[in-house]
């Protein structure tokens, strides 16, 4: 996958570009003659076809942090692209004089090292010099040179990412994918946190953070209670359970 992404990087002619490996993994053409280099940048047409697309990573999804979790569990391998115009990005978050943004970039960094150190994936730091462009379309336009796809949690970028046929990696819809599925009918246990917007309403969550909107919930405030589920609403922003308690 390294030496694809490398061909990709030349054939496209993208300027001011070069490749810096992550130092875990050997440099492939140290000590290679210019003749073998080329040779080396162009792999069997079958092992171009049967591997996968490099995953971009942008800067939401570093400060998110799920996906050093889910590159460890080993569902995610291949080879990991971070530009440098996105640690650039994630850097100038850090040095926010806002707390929560320097915090926020701070984490990004972390996730970045993690994501690094990671056994199941290769790691590649593409020294781009950033554009005038905003960050996104530079990402979007990167990721269509190499063929690869983008993970993401911005919702704009992937909204964007689609419409302009850049293959998308949106971790909040593959955390939303694989949330406990419950039924209308089924009964389920929780406890009823706080209020809801609707008078009377309580509102409580499952295990893996579905929220569960509970009628004639809000005066069982901090009760664990079983209610019968009643219907389902999928947004945007997630699954939503409506349901009543067992009287």
């Known amino acids: 996958m390294i ?12 300027p001011n570009i070069y490749v810096v490996v992550a130092d875990r993994f050997p440099t492939p053409f140290a000590g290679l003659t210019p ?38 569990t080993g569902f995610i391998s291949g080879t990991v692209v971070v530009p440098t115009f996105v640690i650039e990005e ?3 978050v850090a040095d926010s004089k806002d707390s929560l943004k320097r915090n926020r970039g701070r984490r990004g960094l972390d996730v970045l090292k993690s994501i690094k150190k990671c056994r199941y994936v290769k790691f590649l730091i593409p020294k781009i010099k950033s554009g005038r462009d905003p960050i996104d379309t530079q990402l979007l ?13 911005d919702y704009n970028l992937n909204k964007v ?3 302009t046929g850049v293959p998308m990696l949106n971790i909040n819809e ?5 949330k406990t599925v419950v039924l209308p009918g ?13 008078q009377g309403q309580g509102i409580g969550y499952l295990p893996d953070g579905t929220m569960v909107v509970v009628e004639d919930g809000g005066r069982l405030i901090g009760v664990d209670i079983e209610v019968k589920v009643e219907r389902l609403l999928q947004t945007d922003a997630g699954k939503m359970i409506f ?5």
Not at 174 to 178: D, E, G, Y
Not at 186 to 198: A, D, F, S, T, W
Not at 243 to 247: F, H
């Open 3 to 14: 030496k694809e992404v490398i061909d990709a990087v030349r054939r496209f002619r993208i």
């Open 35 to 72: 003749e073998s280099k080329q040779k080396e940048l162009a792999p069997p047409k079958e092992i171009e076809i049967k591997s996968r697309p490099a995953l971009v990573v942008d800067t939401s999804a570093l400060i998110d942090g799920r996906l050093a979790d889910i590159i460890e």
């Open 90 to 92: 994630l850097q100038r």
């Open 141 to 153: 336009n990167f990721a269509k040179q190499i063929n690869g796809r983008v993970v993401t949690t």
């Open 161 to 163: 990412g689609k419409v």
């Open 174 to 178: 593959l955390a939303n994918m694989v």
């Open 186 to 198: 089924e009964i389920v246990e929780l406890n009823v946190l706080k209020k809801g917007k609707e």
């Open 243 to 247: 349901a009543k308690p067992i009287s």
